[in-house]
């Protein structure tokens, strides 16, 4: 069992950015395929990005790309996700998700993942 803890959400203007972190509750954390996921109010939860386990191979929805960059520390445990030019319609409350295995691809569907974190508040303002 991997607990999963996101941290960093909170109130943004348009254009600013964020970075959430993900701190998870293995020693093995180099086992695990990472991902994020969103869900706005009245929405289904959608991918945004992910990240192999060695940090390699990463996907991104074509909503967030170029904006947003996954990385990870596997010394500390640790995704991080970071959001710039942050628009109104990115506001939704963010997951942490992880799936273990070194996959040879990266899983875009919730599906993949096997651990959730409880999520956070992205809320961007106009």
């Known amino acids: 069992q991997v607990q999963l803890v996101e941290s960093g959400g909170g109130l943004v203007q348009a254009g600013g950015s964020l970075r959430l972190s993900c701190a998870a509750s293995?020693?093995?954390?180099?086992?695990?395929?990472m991902g994020w996921f969103r869900q706005a109010p009245g929405k289904e939860r959608e991918f945004v990005v992910g990240?192999?386990?060695?940090?390699?191979?990463?996907s991104y929805a074509d909503s967030v790309k170029d904006r947003f960059t996954i990385s990870r520390d596997n010394s500390k445990s640790t995704v991080y996700l970071q959001m710039n030019s942050l628009k109104p319609e990115d506001t939704a409350v963010y997951y942490c998700?992880?799936?273990?295995?070194?996959?040879?691809?990266?899983?875009?569907?919730?599906?993949?993942?096997?651990?959730w974190g409880q999520g956070t508040q992205v809320t961007v303002s106009s």
């Open positions: 990240i192999n386990w060695s940090g390699g191979s990463t």
């Open positions: 998700a992880a799936d273990y295995g070194r996959r040879s691809r990266v899983g875009t569907s919730s599906n993949d993942y096997d651990y």
């Open positions: 293995t020693r093995i954390f180099n086992m695990y395929t």
